[in-house]
């Protein structure tokens, strides 16, 4: 009894690591399913926020082998060994269900497959050498299809993502429902050895070497949400100016998006900082800040930033090096935008899908989705509508990466038409030569468009 109490413990140990393995597989394949949907409407990336519960099994799987076994324990480290494995796989548990940060569920998730491990090597041999050598080659085994799952190559790869509903992601205050828009997000992360693999399976799979002053992954993951957001809000601005509700967006500071690796301004400024005034000068926009420091600053000056940081104004001076491209110009290592001050009179209700991570691809095909529920009768048509490309605060489409993954993801769709950036257009019919391509220039270009082939929903 007592060693079939063991075996079944170590079957619980054991299945919780085969369902992290193939969690790890199916989050690296997960735009496979993308153009699944149900009967009413609801898309793949939906049905992502509720499947993602079912990694709950995992730390439950763990707990409950240790459980299991705990009974049996005889020595008092064991006891508290098992003790704390079913308490941190609960923990974990609650954590996965109350969508923690990713950071909290990693360092308590190798936490937990430490101790189950430690465990599975100290309960393997019972005193048997065959079933310790078996253990042994179990565990190997594992550690080398997680390392070839989890292992960085040091390179990125972007691969196809999936299409997203956009009136269902965001609705304005008293809006109509709105009809078929969506966006299209692909994936762009550092890849691992399996991502080869998948790249031999799927040419639409591109590698690119990781730059060497590529900031932290936790960086850019902050930097894609603050994207995200300001895309959001951009878009709801120009989408009420164009309906007649708000004034739409005026300038107001430098906003600091990025900050190079080991250039004078790493540490010294922040992502999200608000330029408003350099020695004193101020600046409204980004080309207020090019033109001072083209005109009034040498590479080697010090500049002081009056800058915005959290709310809260600060004063931060910073050294200049000479621009790569121009070693006449003073630059301090930072990438910047405009940052818009939004008149947005009605409320909105976003709806967050755990797979949108952020950037600001969505832009365009938001403000349109904005536009069609403020405006009676909507603006597609009846037309089934696709597209990407930034939204500025002029109302130009700007370019984005991952066109051709893109158009390929939604090639897989029923849409009707792909809007997509001028300067993506040939990428986009290179990679989906039988998907409707409209290449556009701004907001206006995308609408004009919709009104000229509204007849052509009729004849569907």
Known sequence: MVDNGYRAGRRFYYAGFIMAICSLIAAELIWIPAPLRTGGGVLWIEMIDWIYYVLALIPLSWAAGAGRMLLLSSRAATRGLRGAIIIINLVLTGLLIAEAS??????????????????????GSMGQPRRSWRTVVSISAMAVIFGVLLIPTGYSVTYPGMTLNMNRYAHVQG???????????????????????????????????????????????????????????????????????????????????????????????????????VNGQEVRKVEDM???????????????????????????????????????????????????????????????????VGGPSHGAMLTLAFI???????????LHVAGTGTIEADGSVGMVGGIPQKAYAVSRTDADVFFVPKEGEQDARSAAPDLRIVPVDNIDDVLAWLREHSNEAQGK
């Open 290 to 356: 090019i033109n001072y420091m083209i005109e009034n600053v040498k590479p080697g000056d010090q500049v002081k930033l009056a800058v915005r940081r959290a709310g809260k104004p600060a004063e931060i001076t910073v050294r200049t090096v000479p621009a790569d491209q121009d070693a006449s110009r003073a630059v301090f290592g930072v990438s910047v935008q405009t940052e818009p001050k939004l008149d947005t009179p009605r409320a909105i209700a976003f709806h967050e899908y755990m797979a949108h």
């Open 372 to 382: 069609d529920q403020l405006v009676e009768g909507g603006v597609t048509g009846g």
């Open 102 to 123: 990713m950071t909290a569920m990693l360092a308590v998730l190798i936490a937990a497959a430490v101790l189950v491990l430690a465990d599975l090597l100290a309960s």
């Open 175 to 277: 809006g109509a429902e709105g009809g078929s828009i969506e966006g299209v997000l692909v994936f762009d992360r550092p890849s691992v050895l399996a991502d080869r693999l998948y790249g031999w399976m799927f040419p639409q799979y591109d590698f690119l070497p990781i730059p060497k002053d590529e900031p932290p992954l936790s960086e850019t993951y902050a930097q894609v949400v603050a994207m995200k957001t300001d895309a959001n809000r951009v878009a709801a601005a120009i989408a009420m100016q164009k309906a007649g509700i708000g004034k739409g967006i005026v300038p107001d500071g430098v906003r600091i998006v990025a900050i190079l690796k080991d250039s004078p301004a790493d540490g010294v400024l922040h992502a999200g900082d608000i330029v408003d005034a």
